[in-house]
């Protein structure tokens, strides 16, 4: 079997190819499935880059599609010739996370993704939207997923909210087509002017240039006529957590998801108390919450944007354009 494994120390060059053993027939309660694709997240450059610790010849990537190709006794879920997508959190099932849900994120806690084959529990996959590819199953595990329960599970979005989204990564990209398809209005950000138009065309209502307008909070107010925006999906951490608040309305929520711009940072705590502001960490979500969201897309038609496809063996080339920010939206790997 075909695999990439991250060997020590962590770094992209040190993403070696290796030929492991066939996973086998699955047991009772377990599918196989041939993977077809995985996709880039920032959690997958932070495991491959030593920013997050993992164990030596790890098989990294937290996202996988593929067809399954036989169930063990019991399995109920699933039927061979299936498409299923994995979950970020595996043993999160449905309500809060439990407190272990780190120690089983597949390529970081367990082996992932980056191998053509896995044998394991049916409860760890979901079934893929109708009619989508591997690749475009790929990209809903951590981004997709991410950008739902911001707006949708901890936030209220809904026909007339207003979404400020950062940036043109998968997240950002997602949380742009599920508020425009639930009717909200939505202002981008980005430091690209060419990708400002791109999320234009996507459906963005407003755009700003947060070179051009470092104090892009102010404008994203007078831009709602100084009412605020109801949801900001926050990707860059402390370097751009101000400016989130001041663009938010009272009573907002700034879904906290990334840390792109900075970990540690000074908090207006007078604005945040004084505009009564919810600021919430998040990551990704549960597997109750990824079925919603695959109902979601079908019942909208939507499909995900998909900047870059690499072969397996090039994915370290995948993650030198990830961090490059050469990209709009998802980054695919196909296997």
């Keep these: 079997m075909r695999a990439i494994e991250l060997r020590a120390p962590a770094s992209l060059d040190n993403l070696v ?140 979005t809904q026909p007339g909210s207003t979404v400020l989204v950062q940036g043109s990564g998968g997240v950002s990209v997602f949380a742009l087509q599920f508020a425009k398809a639930a009717g909200a209005r939505v202002i981008a950000t980005s430091s690209s002017d060419a990708k400002l138009e791109k999320l234009k065309a996507l459906g963005a209502d407003e755009v700003i240039n947060y070179k051009e307008e470092p104090k892009w909070g102010a404008k994203a107010l007078e831009l709602t006529g100084g009412r605020g925006v109801d949801t900001v999906v926050e990707i860059g951490g402390a370097g751009t957590l101000g400016q989130s608040m001041v663009a938010a309305r009272v009573g907002g929520h700034v879904a906290l998801i990334g840390v792109l711009a900075g970990v540690v940072g000074p908090v207006q705590t007078a604005l945040l108390m004084s505009k009564n502001l919810r600021v919430q960490g998040l990551t990704v979500g549960s597997r109750a919450q990824q079925l919603d969201m695959i109902a979601g897309v079908e019942a909208n038609g939507l499909r995900p944007v998909i900047s870059d496809h690499f072969a397996l063996e090039r994915l370290g080339d995948a993650f030198r354009l990830q961090i490059a920010n050469a990209h709009f939206g998802k980054i695919v790997v196909d296997i």
Excluded: K
């Excluded at 390529?107 to 993704?113: F, H, Q, V």
């Excluded at 529990?121 to 981004?143: I, N, V, Y």
């Design 17 to 156: 190819p290796a030929d492991l053993p066939d996973p086998g027939d699955p047991g009772p309660g377990a599918i196989r499935v041939r993977l077809g694709a995985s996709s880039l997240n920032f959690h997958d450059f932070a495991v491959v880059a030593g920013m997050i610790p993992t164990a030596e010849n790890r098989i990294p990537m937290s996202d996988g599609a593929g067809v399954v190709e036989a169930v063990g006794e019991g399995v109920t879920g699933f039927q061979v010739g299936d498409l299923a997508v994995s979950l970020f959190f595996p043993d999160w099932h449905d309500g809060a996370p439990p407190a272990s849900a780190f120690t089983q994120v597949p390529g970081d806690g367990i082996d992932g993704y980056a191998r053509e084959a896995v044998v394991v529990p049916e409860h760890w996959f979901t079934r893929a939207p109708a009619g989508w590819s591997a690749a475009e199953a790929a990209t809903l595990t951590c981004a997709g997923l991410t950008a739902w329960r911001a707006l949708f599970v901890d936030g209220t």
